[in-house]
């Protein structure tokens, strides 16, 4: 099992920037993909971002693409979502999640964190 745990979320004005973390623990090499979603209520889950766990390629929504940028710390096994420019559009949950090496579905959850973007 895998145990994911998210930090940074906030409150921040248009156009400011926030850092959000995902600390893995547990069963960590079995970590194939790490990725960020986000949520609004009412609305279905959206990907955001995510970096595969050994080789560090990287995947972007077009709607953060040049906005914010993934990435990873092996050593201490957190995964980082820095996020410029935001806009209240970006407003929403964001949760990190892992698949298993051999998979492709997102198995493992964080609780997810709170960003809110005011205009």
């Known amino acids: 099992q895998v145990q994911l745990v998210e930090s940074g979320g906030g409150l921040v004005q248009a156009g400011g920037s926030l850092r959000l973390s995902c600390a893995a623990s547990?069963?960590?090499?079995?970590?194939?993909?790490m990725g960020w979603f986000r949520q609004v209520p009412g609305k279905e889950r959206e990907f955001v971002t995510a970096i595969n766990w050994s080789g560090g390629t990287t995947y972007y929504a077009d709607s953060v693409k040049g906005r914010f940028a993934i990435s990873r710390d092996a050593a201490k096994r957190t995964v980082y979502l820095q996020m410029n420019s935001l806009k209240p559009e970006d407003t929403a949950v964001y949760s990190c999640?892992?698949?298993?090496?051999?998979?492709?579905?997102?198995?493992?959850w964080g609780q997810g964190t709170q960003v809110t973007v005011s205009s």
């Open positions: 999640a892992a698949t298993r090496v051999t998979s492709i579905r997102y198995d493992f």
């Open positions: 547990g069963s960590t090499f079995s970590i194939g993909v």
